[in-house]
């Protein structure tokens, strides 16, 4: 899918409702879509069943109509993309740009960016580009094979963030990140990358996913596809300055008042103050007035209300 419309999308991972932090995203998405007369889409990162709460991706849709959100077209799961997933990894294999990795946790303890163990580039000569092919199809294809595969990332890369700014990445940094993981499933990367590159136009979302940027251009630019423009806006934190998370335990919005805890994010995210009496009129007046360059950087304390 490619589109000249400006189309941007939320895209909740389904593990557990969503809190003040997720309407943060969803809020500041929606209203630089909308403000642009876009399309808005929602994606649900289904592709890691170990961490999905059961309900939770029918719970977020509820809570998302019960904000006022409104989607366009289908929901889309990636939990129904893997043959695309599938056919982008097969063609970043046929460039060489993957290989099959077997470190263990302990072996990377003291290592932030991936330091190149099982790059077959840095290897023996007995393991070639070509054997590590083989065995990475296989894993694609078949997932038996005990390895994750990393997707080797040599140039540097730079983006303008709209709201953080230059971004750049050298230095051995960000390093070759895992797109397929030991349990064959899909890294969060590696689908997050190539659904953007597949007809979003712009990006906005947490700047707690900002590191996660520069790898996911690096695959969008291996693969010759379309970048979209990123904007991370500040994330909430709790009490104890922690980011506000299911694994913070931060509250439901479901458990919250809708029109009041909307008000907040607003204010949260640095808009003018609207003097509006129901949801509806939130949402018409917050779409004609949204202001991206009114966003804070900082990542900030949310008071309770
Ligand atoms: N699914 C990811 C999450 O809930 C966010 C994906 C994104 O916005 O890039 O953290």
């Known amino acids: ?13 389904p593990t557990g409702p969503l809190h003040f932090g997720s309407l943060l995203a969803a809020m500041a998405s929606y209203c630089e879509a909308r403000h642009h007369d876009g399309f808005w889409l929602l994606r649900i990162d289904d592709i890691d069943p170990p961490r999905e709460v ?25 939990s129904q993309r893997t043959e695309f997933y599938r056919d982008k990894l097969t063609m970043l294999n046929e460039q060489h740009m993957l290989y099959p990795c077997n470190c263990s946790r302990s072996r990377l303890a003291n290592h932030s960016v991936y330091p190149g163990f099982c790059d077959p ?8 580009q070509h054997s590590a092919a083989k065995l990475v199809q296989q894993k694609i294809l078949h997932g038996d094979l005990d390895h994750s595969i990393r997707i080797s990332i040599n140039e540097s890369i730079s983006f ?25 499933l899909f890294a969060y990367s590696l689908a997050c990358a190539v659904d953007d590159a597949d007809g979003i136009s712009h990006v906005v979302r947490g700047s ?28 909430a934190l709790n009490s104890k300055l922690q980011k506000l998370s299911k694994q913070t335990r931060a509250m439901a919005l479901d458990s919250m008042p ?3 805890t909307l008000l907040q994010a607003w204010q949260f995210l640095g808009q003018v103050e609207l003097n509006v009496s129901s949801i509806d009129t939130f949402w018409q007046s917050a779409i004609e007035t949204w202001c991206l360059d009114s966003v804070p950087k900082q990542s900030q304390q949310a008071t309770p209300i």
């Open 121 to 128: 580039a840095t290897e023996e000569p007995i393991r070639t």
């Open 208 to 235: 707690d996913l900002l590191s996660t940027t520069a790898s996911q251009i690096a695959i969008m630019k291996s693969l010759n596809m379309h970048q979209p423009v990123y904007s991370h806006i500040p994330v």
């Open 160 to 184: 303008h963030d709209t709201v953080q700014g230059f971004q750049t990445y050298g230095d051995g940094e960000p390093g070759d990140i895992i797109v397929v993981r030991r349990d064959d």
């Open 1 to 13: 899918m490619t589109s000249a419309r400006y189309t941007g999308r939320f895209a909740p991972s």
């Open 54 to 78: 059961a309900g939770a991706s029918s719970g977020i849709q509820k809570t998302l109509n019960a904000y006022g959100f409104e989607w366009d077209g289908n929901v889309i799961f990636q």
């Open 258 to 260: 809708t029109l009041a």
